[in-house]
T-cell receptor
Framework: GQNIDQPTEMTATEGAIVQINCTYQ??????LFWYQQHAGEAPTFLSY??LDGLEEKGRFSSFLSRSKGYSYLLLKELQMKDSASYLC??????????WGAGTKLIIKP | GAVVSQHPSRVICKSGTSVKIECRSL??????MFWYRQFPKQSLMLMAT?????????EQGVEKDKFLINHASLTLSTLTVTSAHPEDSSFYIC???????????FGEGSRLTVL
């Protein structure tokens, strides 16, 4: 079957760094997405990785290892506004998005 | 990377009206574009696949007469929600596949609210 695993909840301190991991098993693979979603709002696109390696975009970076079925989202210099749910999603061979349940990130001062 | 522009990012409309969402590939030609919808507290689901110059292929359970998809050029696909109802309120995302490489790029989504 197809499956995405990510931690349910994480807590970090303002100004620190946090890494949110995601493992996936899909029928074929066409890329992996990270989205940020604040309560009651639409998800916001953060990153898309289809090749192995790290992609950096400001305070956020995303890493992919296709051979391991593994990705992580790295958030640096955490700010209170980064408190949100972070959704990992893999695109399968039929271009269906397979979603994780999301990781609720709590930032403490 | 390539850019896919989706417009509008947010739209509010009255029940019974039609709403058009555009998806444009800004710096590449896209032979195929995909439309997704997010259901509340659920995943993004593929609605339909559109190829330039031909009719869209709809996923099971998606009403093709309600969700009109037009892919008139290699850089533009449109999704029209006809006679919108409150249950159509959702988050819609498009993606476009690069003709030469097959890479896929996503728009940033459109939030539709039907009153």
């Amino acid at each position: 079957g197809q499956n995405i695993d990510q931690p349910t909840e994480m807590t970090a301190t303002e100004g620190a760094i946090v890494q949110i991991n995601c493992t996936y098993q899909t029928s074929g693979f066409n890329g992996l997405f990270w989205y940020q979603q604040h309560a009651g709002e639409a998800p916001t696109f953060l990153s898309y990785n289809v090749l192995d390696g790290l992609e950096e975009k400001g305070r956020f970076s995303s890493f992919l290892s296709r051979s391991k079925g593994y990705s992580y989202l790295l958030l640096k210099e955490l700010q209170m506004k980064d408190s949100a749910s972070y959704l990992c999603a893999a695109l399968d061979s039929n271009y269906q998005l397979i979603w994780g349940a999301g990781t609720k990130l709590i930032i403490k001062p | 990377g390539a850019v896919v522009s989706q417009h509008p990012s947010r739209v509010i409309c009255k029940s019974g009206t039609s709403v058009k969402i555009e998806c444009r590939s800004l710096d590449f030609q896209a032979t195929t574009m995909f439309w997704y919808r997010q259901f509340p507290k659920q995943s993004l689901m593929l609605m339909a696949t559109s190829n330039e110059g031909s009719k869209a292929t709809y996923e099971q359970g998606v009403e093709k007469d309600k969700f009109l998809i037009n892919h008139a050029s290699l850089t533009l696909s449109t999704l029209t929600v006809t006679s919108a109802h409150p249950e159509d309120s959702s988050f819609y995302i498009c993606s476009a596949r690069v003709r030469e490489s097959g890479e896929l790029f996503f728009g940033e989504g459109s939030r539709l609210t039907v009153l």
